[in-house]
């Protein structure tokens, strides 16, 4: 078993116990908040050192931002920021290990440095990713987006942005299980901002204990996004962090197993607090 699904074993014998932080560690050029910082080994382990001393329990490595409007990175590109990331982290912690990609090639190789976790925009989607995952035993995190990252958030339209979501992550549960992939394995995400309005996603964040409800472990990752920017008045990325703390509590309070965030030591800090002084705790 991965450590990541220890963590989450222990965490559902102990009711007591904090949600998962898992660190966001975007090797990246052009991530909506931190693109450019971490894009040499000594940042790098700078960041993971600051993760683990802030209390991270996973760290989420990304390759390509996935952000609206974000230009679309090659196989090798994504590979050769990746790739030496993973062994960074194993250099500087035991910490468990997440993957942010939907490329089915990126999946098989991390796979074979057995990583903990797959975290998909995509849901496994693309061609070939839910069998790669399935032969791996991989732990994987389905996400819900409407649109790609170059047109998601021009219009994006619901009906009823509750069901269907839910609805689409119920359909690749489904799908992942029938190409092999263990129930227990798998994480959702609704995927906040992804093809969604500030409306849809304040509808969907007051809705988590409908996806709590599901059988699976929830994942929620809002900091420092424009819904975030919005609810605290329009205030700038750099602006965004206090806003971000308050929500992942929240996220917490309401159910969700897996904080998905940049502000790791805030958020570890709000989370004591926040779950000591809640009378439902």
Not at 15 to 42: H, K, Y
Not at 106 to 116: E, F, G, I, L, Y
């Amino acid at each position: 078993m991965s450590k990541l699904l220890q963590l989450l074993e222990q965490r559902k014998m102990d009711r007591d116990a904090l949600p998962l932080v898992m660190g966001i560690l975007n090797v990246t050029p052009d991530s909506f908040s931190d693109g450019g910082c971490f894009q040499n080994e000594s940042a790098v382990k700078r960041q993971i050192e600051y993760m683990v001393a802030g209390g991270a329990d996973v760290i989420d490595i990304g390759g390509e931002s996935t952000r609206p409007g974000a230009a679309l990175v090659s196989l090798q590109e994504e590979l050769d920021r990746v790739l030496p990331a993973i062994e960074w982290v194993r250099e500087c912690s035991d910490l468990a290990i997440s993957v942010d990609t939907y490329k089915t090639e990126v999946m098989h190789q991390v796979c074979q440095m057995r990583v903990d976790l797959i975290n998909d925009v995509n849901a496994l989607q693309a061609e070939g990713a839910l069998q790669v995952v399935a032969d791996a035993g991989v732990a994987v995190c389905l996400m819900h987006k409407q649109g790609d990252p170059l047109n998601m958030q021009s219009a994006p339209h619901y009906s009823d942005v509750v069901e269907e979501v839910l609805g689409f992550l119920q359909a690749r549960v489904a799908a992942a299980v029938a190409a092999g992939v263990d129930s227990d394995r798998i994480i959702l995400d609704p995927g906040f901002g992804f093809g969604k309005t500030l409306e849809h996603n304040v509808t969907l964040f007051k809705a988590l204990p409908r996806f709590v409800d599901l059988r699976w472990p929830l994942l929620v990752g809002v900091s420092r996004k424009a819904m975030i920017g919005a609810l605290m008045g329009n205030v700038p990325v750099e602006q965004r962090m206090l806003g971000s703390v308050v929500a992942a509590l929240q996220a917490g309070l309401a159910g969700a197993q897996i904080l998905r965030v940049h502000d790791v030591k805030e958020t570890v800090e709000a989370l004591k607090v926040g779950y000591a002084l809640h009378p439902a705790c």
